[in-house]
């Protein structure tokens, strides 16, 4: 216990009193050393997301647990486990490259092309992503139109629905057409009740939906056109609808019902209400804060300005 105890005090005296003397010693160089920190980090941050969930994880764990080991055996005066350890850290830079091919070859493709922005985590404003979003619930809306399959599609806007997504099954996915179009095949696990997308993403799939009143809708017109007006009756959320019987696509928005409705015009209803109305309504409201900040400043200096002008006056 005594070596051990000898052998921290040792790295403790070597390394860090000395970092700490020269860091006092040269201010400047602290900020070099932060800067420097936060890249290393950043870089092990990314290169984790990356392998993350991938059959390198595991490995990238043992590498981890690797490392650690040889520290600790030269800390600890472990020689020969240290010297076997430190032989397969030589040899590591090599199996590293080897293993981590595909991995390091993608990321060298993204730094390379304009997926830049997506390797350092960097996502589309949130403006654009709605409108992709859009454009892909439109094409799946089209698709399933085609071939009768009933659907019932919910976007959540400013009025949180986490009641309703928790009745569903959580999926958490980006917003994809394909995606979409499978949920809603027939006779499969998801495919009763309505897909609820939050946030740019699929939330869940299988929701139950609060029912419209019968006096609210046509007689003709089904479960999901009832469901549709009901969601869109207790909240902000837009849903659309694709029939079973005629294929023909609705729109369902503050309780009323927008039917048989082409993909063009689905588009442009989508673009305005989630889009347009939406955030630019937001942006004025921003504007108008910022406005009348400005206006309650401007009226405090002219106060002091007048009170300082009646004391010269005064005097």
Not at 246 to 269: H, N, P, Y
Not at 283 to 292: A, L, Q
Request: with cysteine.
């Amino acid at each position: 216990m005594n070596d051990i105890g000898k052998a921290i005090n040792a790295f403790y005296e070597n390394n860090i009193i000395r970092f700490i003397n020269i860091y006092k010693q040269s201010p400047a160089k602290l900020i070099s050393l932060i800067i420097d920190i936060a890249l290393v980090f950043l870089l092990i941050y990314l290169f984790l997301r990356m392998v993350k969930g991938t059959r390198t994880w595991q490995l990238v764990k043992g590498i981890a647990f690797l490392i650690v080991g040889t520290w600790l055996s030269g800390i600890l005066g472990l020689n020969i486990l240290h010297y076997i350890l430190n032989a397969i850290m030589n040899w590591g830079v090599i199996l590293i490259i080897v293993i981590f091919q595909p991995e390091i070859r993608r990321a060298l493709e993204q730094i390379g092309t304009n997926k830049i922005t997506k390797f350092f985590g960097i996502e589309k404003d949130i403006v654009t992503k709605t409108k992709e979003d859009i454009y892909k619930v439109v094409i799946a809306a089209t698709e399933l139109s085609k071939t009768k399959t009933g659907a019932l599609i919910v976007m959540e806007r400013d009025i949180k629905i986490k009641d309703i997504i928790a009745t569903g099954v959580e999926i958490n996915g980006d917003v994809s057409p394909q995606v979409l179009v499978n949920i809603f095949v027939p006779n499969t696990p998801l495919h009763d009740g309505a897909v609820v997308i939050s946030e740019n993403k699929i939330a869940a799939a299988a929701c139950m939906l609060p029912l419209a009143a019968d006096s609210d809708i046509a007689k003709e017109l089904g479960t999901r056109h009832r469901a549709a007006i009901g969601i869109s009756k207790e909240s902000d959320a837009i849903a659309v609808v694709v029939s079973e019987e005629t294929g023909k696509i609705s729109v369902a928005k503050d309780g009323t019902l927008i039917a048989d409705v082409r993909e063009d015009v689905l588009k442009k209803i989508l673009i305005s209400n989630i889009v347009t109305k939406r955030f630019n309504e937001k942006e004025e409201t921003i504007n108008d804060k910022f406005s009348r900040i400005k206006s309650i400043f401007k009226e405090k200096n002219n106060k002091i300005f007048k009170t300082k002008k009646e004391k010269i006056n005064n005097d």
